[in-house]
C-alpha cells in the first residue's frame, strides 16, 4: 500500500512542482 503508492504519487508530485515552477517562471519573467 506505501511501496506501490509511493512510485506513482512521487512521479505525479514532480511534474505537478515542474509545472507550478514553470507556471511561476513564466508570470514573474514575461
Request: avoid cysteine.
Given at each position: 500500500m506505501s511501496s506501490h503508492r509511493r512510485i506513482g504519487f512521487t512521479l505525479i508530485?514532480?511534474?505537478?512542482?515542474?509545472?507550478?515552477?514553470?507556471?511561476l517562471m513564466a508570470i514573474l519573467m514575461p
Open positions: 508530485e514532480l511534474l505537478v512542482v515542474i509545472a507550478i515552477i514553470a507556471l
